[in-house]
């Protein structure tokens, strides 16, 4: 049976015709989605297989229960990679921030609400790691298998490769120590919906969160508060962040803002080397107009106390000025 055949049959047992179906935008990822505009509305996430959609179905089920918004699942073939799910609308906190239609401040506050119950909130059983170690790896994958041989033509030495490792262990040795929750690992505007209509922190609605996983919880409140797709006013991202460490005042200010500056380093360097990995495995080039942005997030992050191993190893082996898109590769 054709894939188009699949879908077809699957949306009708749902009471739902096929001809009402249209795309919706795709993210970095191999799924697809579409809208159903028929006599209610909902959304197809179309996984096909190697995709799973079991973890999607796992976490939205947890997130749910604490209390959170997410899409209501209305029917799903897991061993076919097709997920029928609740329309949360088009008000992207992502939508809202570039076209400046709604006060930025209201959109956050929730957002670091919503962050909170998600964070306190026992994990589910079975998530897969985020530590320090497997943050290191993707972003020396990132660097050295991407990044590198697009900007040189050729692979990087041993030492440097070493050099950098051993640079991010120790950076990250502050996100081994902490605490560790649930992570989203993509916890940014584009992930997140405004519900006005709903209370509190459930006016965030909370989509693409099947690579959740159990890190530090500093990780998605920097992926949040410094977005690689677009430039969030420093005041803002200092407003939030006080909000966060007062809504949770278990954890040591300290030890904390560590954590949260060399996850930051960490992540700028794998995401400013995966938009390269993006242009040419995945022949995605448009995601290479947000390197720039990535870049200076990253020569930021690496000015912080915490980051200073990095700052140094990639001072050896990246010059300031090569810290950008490879020469040729354009978006």
Sequence with gaps: MSRHALIAGFLRRHGFDPADAEPLAQDASFR????????????LMDAPPP???????????????????????????????????????????????????TPPEPLFDAAIDALVVMQRATPPAGLPPWDAALMAQTALGTLFDWWWPARYGKPAPDAARADVADALATMLEPVAAGLKTMVHRDFFAGNLLWLPDRAFHRRIGIIDFQGAALGHPAYDLLSLLQDARRDIDPVLQARALQRYLAARPELDPDAFTAAYDAAAAQRHLRVACQWVRLALRDHRPQYLAYGPRTWRLLNQALRRPACAPLAAALERWLPLDHRANPPGLAA
Excluded at 87 to 94: F, I, N, R, T, V
């Design 32 to 43: 697809r989605y579409l809208r159903l505009r028929g006599r209610r509305s909902a959304v």
């Design 51 to 101: 995709e799973d959609v079991r973890p999607f179905l796992r976490i939205a089920e947890h997130l749910d229960r604490i209390g959170l918004s997410v899409p209501a699942i209305i029917g799903a073939d897991p061993d076919a990679g097709l997920v029928l799910e609740e329309d949360l609308g088009d008000d992207l906190l992502s939508v809202l921030l570039d076209s400046a239609r």
